[in-house]
């Protein structure tokens, strides 16, 4: 329909100029928005809670809980905004309870296992050199995938040992790079082939053609660098930074710098991603305060 058509464009308005929302969470939002829509082929203002709750049902064979989640929560927003835009005055998601998740933990590689991944790259090709990077940086700095793609070469401060990452939210934080992924980057750049185009040329990571790499390939590679070193381990690029998260807490790191070096607005979401049990570091924090009779 033409309306949910005018409609779904105005949401994506709302999402990428006044929420803020980066590219990728805004096409994943709209796509939920969209096939919902085209299901249920009903104007969104006639939409109810039951019309919801049998299109959620009828695709429940075939998605997982987590997935059921998303998208409740794009619906909840899109019809959120409904009302702020006047054109409903209720939300029919509001009476829907989103599955309880159980935490999600992905695969960590151990160290050993990081080091034959990056090591098993074939360097014959500039290609192998610039692989071999965005590994480096991938577990150096524990960037996200999204992250790694966005990298600038005039973001990399190789004498100060930052790069600047521009994270969700257009938000920026500087993140320590290590010598080892200093030393693949520079190889890299050194083979690296002329740009397709200008605005490519502080684009760090290029494809053949040389305009910037996509996430998609980022995963292929990656699933192929681990296949190759005999991993057997379910991964992806956000492996590389649940890893890097993990093994920095195991070595000491404090779990607040960490927060800080991934970017995330709360400590909890650090807890989740290395592994550690809230009571582990809640105990920490009262054993070290002067008020806590036990010390």
């Known amino acids: 329909m033409e309306r949910n058509t005018r409609l779904c464009k105005d949401y994506s308005y709302y999402l990428k100029i006044e929420r803020g929302m980066s590219p990728n969470t805004v096409a994943s939002y709209l ?5 919902c829509l085209e299901s249920i082929k009903k104007d969104p ?10 299109y ?8 997982t809980k987590r997935t059921q989640a998303r998208i409740l929560s794009s619906l909840r927003s899109f019809f959120g905004w409904l009302i702020l835009e006047g054109e409903i005055r209720e939300n029919p998601c509001d009476g829907i309870d989103s599955p309880k998740l159980g935490r999600y933990l992905p695969d960590v590689l151990s160290v050993d296992e990081v080091a034959a991944i990056i090591d098993g790259v074939d360097l014959s090709t500039w290609q192998g050199y610039r692989d071999r990077a965005i590994l480096e940086v991938l577990y150096g700095c524990g960037i996200r995938v999204s992250e790694a793609v966005g990298l600038k070469l005039s973001m990399i401060y190789a004498d100060q040992g930052v790069v600047r990452v521009i994270g969700k939210g257009n938000k ?10 200093i030393e693949a980057v520079a190889a ?19 494809n053949r053609f040389g305009k910037p790499i996509s996430r998609v390939s980022i995963f292929e590679m990656v699933k192929r660098q681990a296949l190759l070193a005999g991993v057997t381990k379910s991964i992806s690029p956000h492996t590389f930074r649940h890893s890097f998260a993990t093994h920095l807490i195991e070595n000491g790191a404090d779990l607040r710098t960490v927060q800080e070096m991934l970017g995330h607005e709360s400590v909890l979401t650090t807890e989740v991603y290395t592994h550690i049990d809230s009571s582990t570091w809640q105990a920490a924090v009262l054993e070290s305060h002067p008020r806590n009779k036990r010390k």
Do not use: H, N, Q, W
């Not at 959620?56 to 998605?63: G, V």
């Not at 083979?191 to 990571?205: C, M, N, S």
């Open 45 to 54: 203002k006639d939409i109810v809670t039951a019309d919801i709750l049998a």
């Open 172 to 181: 920026e934080r500087l993140v320590p790079i290590g010598e080892m992924a």
């Open 188 to 206: 890299y750049v050194e083979r690296r082939p002329e740009p397709a185009a200008p605005e490519y040329d502080d684009i760090a990571f290029l």
């Open 31 to 35: 796509s939920d928005v969209s096939e």
């Open 56 to 63: 959620i049902d009828e695709r429940l064979p075939k998605i």
